[in-house]
């Protein structure tokens, strides 16, 4: 029987911490990249212009029915071979926008979908702009309902960053593999980044209810 | 394309419809509806529903395209732009310039719920029309004042009753300073209680205005005090029209009475 050593998992965890920065940037990086993406991309999806609204349809409908892990080995493996070389960590938030930029671009979807026609005709009866109807009237009023679903995809996203690990990005899963083997000792490193994920992941979800109960939606 | 025979210049109509066509589907909405409305006429425009009274507001204010047939605001074609003397569908650039003449308010008053009222009656004129925000600001609270809500201008647009928000609408509409106004059943989504409030602004500003203006509504005594001219639609096509006095009163058709007989029962 292997008994925790708290001693150890004292010794490690500052080089855990110093990894989960790299999660956390990941995962801040990667979302702030999919949240302008699934904009572009749900604005894409309803222009009349079908060359726009056809390949942005495909692009979310391609990246949601291929597994991350598979893409972010294309991305890092595949690219390389024609030329596209960039840093692990680069490869890693593009993935994971790309990634999760087609399913924020659903979230952008349904909540411009939401809002009453009348909102846009008032907007066009008041002779707006087409730039002025969507920054003024039609994104600020989407959005706030949205939170709650981009948060819950923010949280999803945090989650998944550990597959950076299999394109070599030293996030803390990467970390607690390298130390775990190293040490030959499992146990503490992968229990405290189950822990730090739980300590991060947590309260921001219980954060997203909030918000769910203030917008009243699920 | 069509051939513009019809020029129009500054003493024509405000607006003029001819043969304008608009169905939905197989739903023939307005067949060959022709129409003219002079510069600070006011006309209520009444009928049963389906008669094509909101949708010949709403392709006044470019929210639906005719099928065919061409309307004119103010001298110029709303939907067709002059080209070597030939009229071509309007680009969004022309549909533009002429919304600036029109303003419209609805049923369902379509305020930004995320401004307040205050706003809400001032983002226009600054954003479109570039007036200075001090000077839109100024104008604002006059109309908000015109309106009996100078106090609600802090207020969203929930905080206020159905009435008020209507009554901020018809504020936010003025500010424009459309040369037509349209007015689509501003009445029908109030409780009866809040009706009247939404009527005497209207008739105070049937009074105090040379605004032309097309009123859709089911408040046949308020048409009959503020309109020049009352129009009934009857099936996508203005099948009667006169002083408010006759229609009321003497109507022509059969079916102008058959229909007054059952509103006015209420």
Known sequence: MVTFDWEFAWEILPQLLEAMVVTIEAT???FAFAAVLGLLLALGRRSETWWISRPAGAIVEFVRSTPLLVQLFFLFYVLPRYGVRLPAFVVGVIGL???YGSYTSEVYR???DAIARGQWEAATALNFSQRHKWTKIILPQAIPPMLPALGNYLVAMFKETPLLAAITVVEMFQRAKIISSLTFRPLEPYTLVGVLFFVLSFPSALLIQRLEARFGTR | MVQDNDRQDASGPMIRFQKVKKSFGDVHVLRELDLDVAT??????IGASGSGKTTLLRILMTLEEPNSGVIYVDGEPLWHKKVNGELVEADEKHLRKMRGKIGMVFQQFNL????KVLRNVTEAPIHVLGTPRDKAEARAKE???????????DNYPSQLSGGQQQRVAIARALAMQPKVMLFDEITAALDPELVGEVLGVMRQLAHETQMTMLIVTHEMGFARDVSHRIVFLHEGQVLEEGPPEKIFTNPDHPRTREFLSRVLEH
């Open chain 2, 40 to 45: 600070a006429e006011r006309i209520s425009i």
């Open chain 1, 97 to 99: 926008g790309l990634h």
């Open chain 2, 143 to 153: 109309l908000l004042d015109m309106v009996g809500l100078a106090d609600k201008m």
């Open chain 2, 112 to 115: 930004f719920p995320h401004m």
């Open chain 1, 28 to 30: 801040v990086v990667g």
């Open chain 1, 110 to 112: 349904a909540g411009i």
